[in-house]
C-alpha cells in the first residue's frame, strides 16, 4: 500500500470517527468563541486597538484551541487501544501521522471558519477585503500547529497527565511560529494591508523544517 | 572516585581565582564601574550553558541511532546542567541590567531568546518526570530534544527580525564593541573554568543517572525473584 493511499484511509477513519460524533468540533467551536468573549473582558478595546491585539487574539486562540483539541488524536486509540490495531496496519508510521496531521488540520480550519468571522463582527475588524491572503497565512500557520501538534499529541497521549502535558510541549515550541504568523496577519489589518514576505518566509521555513522533522522522526511515535 | 576529588578540587582553586581575576585584574569599566564585573560570570555561564546544550542535542540523535540508554542519561545530565547555567545567565542579567539600562528586564532579542530555551528545557525536564518506562523516556524525550534544538535557529530569525523591526527599548548603545585586552584575556579565562565546571557537573549527574538506574534494576530483579519465590513480601 502506497503512503498516499494509506494516510488517506487514515484520514476518512478520523474524519468518519468525528462526524460520528462531532463532539471534539462542537466542543472547540464554543471554547474558541468564549475565549474571544473573554478577551474583551480582560482588555476592552476600541477598534484601532482591536486591530493592534486582533492577531495576537487569533493565533493565542487557535494555539490554545489546538493544545486542547490534538490530545484525543493519539489519546483515544491509547483508550480503546487501537493503537495496536495502527502498528499492526500495512501502513507506514508517516502514512499513519500523516493522515491524523491532515485530518487535524481539516478539523482546526473548521475552527477557523468560525472564529475568524466571530472576531472581525466582534472587533469591527473587516476582513473581506484581504480575505484571500489571511486564508494564505492561517493555512500556513495551522499547518506548521497540527504538523507539530500531532507528533506531541502521540508522545504525550503515552504520559501521565497528558491533557496538560501537551500544552506544555506544544506551546513554546510554537514561539518561532507564532512572531510571523502575528505579525503577517498584522500587516493585513493595517491602515493599507501588505503582506509581508520576510515573515511569509519564516512561515514557511517553519512549515519546511518541522514537517521534515516529524517524517524523519514519526517512526519513534509508535513503536512498542 | 578519586578522580573526581582531585579534578573538583582543581577546579575549586582555579574558580576562586577567576574571582579574583574578575574583581581586582580586570581594569575598571569607564562607565559601568563595578557592576560591570559580573559580566565575568554572566556571559561565561552563557558559554557553558550553550556547550551543555549541545551535548544535549548530539546526546538525543546519538541515542536514536545507537538505541543505547547511557546516550539517554548524558542527554538529562547536560539538560539539567544547562538549565542550571542558564539560570545564572536570567539571574545575573536583571543584577546587572538594572543600575545600566534602568530597567530590570527588556524583551531584547538576546534576553528573549534565553528566556526561550530556559522554558524549553524546563519542559523537556517535565516530560521526563510524566513517563514510566526508561525506554519511552528516552524516545520520546529525544524526539521532544530535537524538535526543541531545530527551533532554536527559528526562534533566533524570528526574535532577530521581530525585534529590529519594533522600536528599540530603552538600551544601552553596543557595549561589547571593543574588549579591553586585559578584559578578553580574564573573560576567556573565566569562560574557560565555567566549562570545565560544566564537564564536572555533567560526568557527576551522569554516574546519579547510571547508579538510578542499576539500583532500578536490582529492585525489579529482587521483586521478581522474590515472586517466583512464592513469597508476598512488599518491598
Redesign the interface.
Known sequence: MTTARAAAIVFGREVRAEMRTRELLQTSIVFVIIVVTLFNFAFEPDVAEARRIGPGLIWITLLFAASLMLNPSFAKEQNNDTIYALRMAPATSFAIVLGKTLANLLFLSIIEIVLVPVFSVLYNVPVLPVLGRLVLILFLGTFGLVVVGTVFSALSAQARLRELLLPLLLLPVMIPLLTPAVEATAGLFADSPALDRTWLSMLIAFDVVFFTASWLLCDYLLEE | MKRYGIFALILTVLMFFAGYAALFIAPDEATMHAIQRIFYFHASSGWAAMEASMIVFFANVAY?AKRDLKWDWLAISAVEVSVAFWTVMLVTGPIWAHPVWGVWWTWDWRLTLTL?IW??YL?YM??RT???DPE?RA??S???G???F??VP??Y???R??RT?HPQPVIFGGQNSGLDPTMAKVFFYCSGVMTLLMILLVVKRYRLERLRHDAEELRLAVEEASESAGMSRNL
Open positions: 536514536l526561550v522554558i524549553l519542559c517535565v516530560l510524566l513517563i514510566a519511552r524516545v520520546f529525544a524526539v521532544f530535537i524538535f526543541v531545530l527551533g527559528l526562534d530569525l524570528s526574535i527580525i521581530w523591526q
